[in-house]
């Protein structure tokens, strides 16, 4: 392992936005954007990259740099790439869930569905899943110290059941991983997403003192940063009155899901992308009836 020996001319190399002195996000490819991710490194007396989906090609000149690799959790495109490294660190909610495909279905919940057959289709196009067992587990409170930097892992649930972001207090630098400030908004299509959780760990980061936040899919933001939260959290609403507005006249979950209101419509010629919107709509109705908003009459639904 040569640590930080020579890493600077592999930096040099890649495209990165330097956050701090030993901090900087490698951008992956196409920006970051899915199905790629951005990763965070941290240069300190152990060298430290979080997540692994930035792209082969930008991620195997590390590998003989980095000692430990942390998964903010356990989604594809930030997982791509954990065969490169030796040591893997995964929050405890999702030890075991890479450690084979059939694991990784169940998990996402995809597992003997009606769309597991074009979810596999979809899932092949874009993606080779390589087996990666983790030789660690850390809780979702944990304070990691790698040498002159810590930082504490801040559970996020919501996207994921493990989801982290990462907080380094002295530099009020936050990685938030897929609370990625995106205009898409959040996501929160599989089974195991919870919107109500999603929504208060929103919250719960506008709580920090944050100068940096750094993010899975978008370029890091350093002005404006609570602004910026606000109107990611904003969308969830957005997308709540839209469903409002539909449902005054009756509607079945499947005429909702035709409305595109999470996805546009050329992004569902994938038949998956169709199921994780109507996921993310079963979502909604289920918070809008359990708040006396919407009521269901059969397969339909109708706003009160």
Same mark, same amino acid.
């Given at each position: ?65 980095? !000692? ?33 495909? !059939? ?90 997403? !919870? ?110």
């Amino acid at each position: 392992m040569q640590g930080k020996n020579g890493l600077k001319e592999v930096l040099d190399r890649l495209d990165t936005r330097q956050l701090d002195e030993d901090v900087h996000l490698i951008i992956g490819n196409n920006l970051g954007t899915f199905p790629y991710s951005n990763s965070l490194l941290i240069l300190d007396e152990e060298v430290v990259l979080i997540d692994a989906g930035a792209g082969e090609e930008i991620l195997h000149p590390l590998k003989d740099h980095v !000692d430990i690799l942390i998964n903010s959790h356990y989604h594809i495109d930030h997982i791509l790439g954990n065969h490169l490294f030796g040591k893997l660190w995964v929050v405890e909610e999702e030890a075991g869930v890479t450690s084979s495909f !059939d694991s990784y279905k169940r998990f996402a919940g995809i597992h003997d569905t009606t769309i597991e057959y074009e979810w596999l289709s979809w899932f092949h196009e874009h993606f080779s899943f390589h087996v990666s067992s983790p030789t660690r587990t850390f809780s979702h409170t944990e304070l990691f110290r790698f040498g002159t930097t810590q930082w504490q892992a801040v559970h996020t649930p919501g996207h994921s059941p493990g989801h982290c972001c990462f907080y380094e207090p002295e530099r009020r630098l936050m990685f938030s991983s897929d609370l990625d400030l995106t205009a898409f908004g959040p996501w929160y299509g599989n089974p195991n997403a !919870d919107l109500n959780d999603f929504i208060e760990s929103i919250k719960m980061l506008s709580e920090f003192e944050i100068d940096v936040i750094a993010t899975s899919h978008m370029m890091p933001i350093r002005d404006n940063v609570q602004q910026a939260l606000e109107e990611y959290l904003s969308i969830i609403f957005e997308r709540e009155e839209r469903i409002l507005g539909l449902l005054e006249k009756e509607m079945t979950l499947q005429a909702l899901e035709a409305e595109n209101i999470i996805y546009k419509k050329e992004q569902k010629r994938y038949k998956a992308f169709a199921w994780f919107e109507q996921k993310m709509i079963e979502k909604h109705l289920a918070q809008l009836m359990e708040s006396g908003k919407v009521e269901q009459v059969g397969n339909r639904f109708k706003a009160l």
